[in-house]
């Protein structure tokens, strides 16, 4: 993908690796736990096709409309690779744990069940398990894992089954450089807030998205499904984040006010009469005023 920046003729080639369970340009922020059935479509799934995923689990079992603008799917209970595309990922030091019957899988209740104890349905046939020190997926660079052209935004979803063990810091899916070629990631900060974030590369240190803002502590340890869509608008309002089926964001994750897509797209273009708000400019204009003032004070024609 090439970035365009929109004051200038400048281009910046976008060559980054999709990467699951750590920040995708710097050896930081590192999942400890196991991850499932990862899906990536480039089209904002509905909140009931959400749902319907969480309860269906794994690529066999998607029917209808969830197999729609699927671009990759990877069940990661044997190998990275891609069940439905041909986005094939590379496996760095992390386990496939091909036990379905285990902990090793998500399970689910069983929508209607009258034995008791009450049965579950495994959603996986296994997982893959990440240390927390240097485990992690990675994906070749391919323009069907980017959402934006550097003026038009393109609506995505991103899905997954994450069991932590520690809900502080670490990144689910990733891609790119911030402030160099940053595209997107999903992921918990050190507030154990689960964030959707889209960066925009034309200009420095902006992006959109939304959190949850409450603290995800209570699924630490347990099998989660985790969604976000977004349906491409350049808002914030345009970003979802689900757990377990249900919609849970509740608030911006913005650093300015811009028009933003995934694999950075083009900023607002700026009033170019309108003097930037730097601390400089905001010093200059207080010790100007109060020279005004002093002047007009003591000014021998008052």
């Not at 398990?129 to 994906?139: A, C, K, L, Q, R």
């Not at 350049?234 to 694999?263: L, Q």
């Amino acid at each position: 993908m090439i970035l365009l920046a929109p004051e200038s003729s400048q281009t910046v080639s976008v060559s980054q690796n999709l990467v699951l369970g750590k920040q995708s340009y710097s050896d930081v922020a590192y999942f400890e736990g196991s991850l499932a059935n990862i899906g990536i479509w480039n089209r904002a799934l509905s909140a009931s096709e959400i749902e319907s995923i969480y309860w269906r689990g794994q690529y066999a079992d998607l029917k209808g409309t969830e197999l729609t603008n699927l671009v990759s799917w990877y069940n990661l209970s044997a190998d990275a690779n891609d069940s439905t595309g041909t986005n094939n990922g590379t496996n760095n030091g992390a386990t496939f744990l091909t036990d379905a019957y285990s902990a090793s899988s998500p399970f689910l209740p069983r929508i209607q069940d009258k034995a008791t104890p009450k049965g579950a349905v495994a959603l996986a046939s296994g997982s893959t398990s990440f240390d927390g020190n240097d485990d992690y997926i990675s994906i070749a660079d391919s323009d069907s894992l980017s959402f934006g052209d550097g003026s038009t935004d393109s609506a995505l979803t991103f899905s997954a089954w994450v069991k932590a063990n520690d809900v502080t810091s670490f990144y689910i899916i990733a891609k790119g450089i911030y402030n160099t070629s940053g595209e997107y990631r999903l992921f918990i900060n050190s507030s154990n807030k689960l964030i959707a974030r889209f960066m925009d590369e034309s200009v420095n240190s902006t992006y959109i998205g939304r959190e949850y803002s409450t603290g995800v502590e209570s699924y630490e340890g347990k099998w989660t499904h985790i969604a976000t869509t977004y349906d491409g608008s350049s808002n914030n309002s345009g970003v979802k984040i689900y757990i377990n089926g249900s919609r849970v964001d509740n608030a911006d994750n913005v650093a300015i006010a811009v028009a933003v897509a995934p694999n950075i797209l083009k900023a607002v273009p700026p009033n170019k009469n309108a003097v930037p708000v730097t601390t400089a400019n905001v010093i200059i204009k207080a010790v100007t005023a109060a020279f005004t003032a002093l002047a007009i004070r003591y000014s021998p024609h008052r």
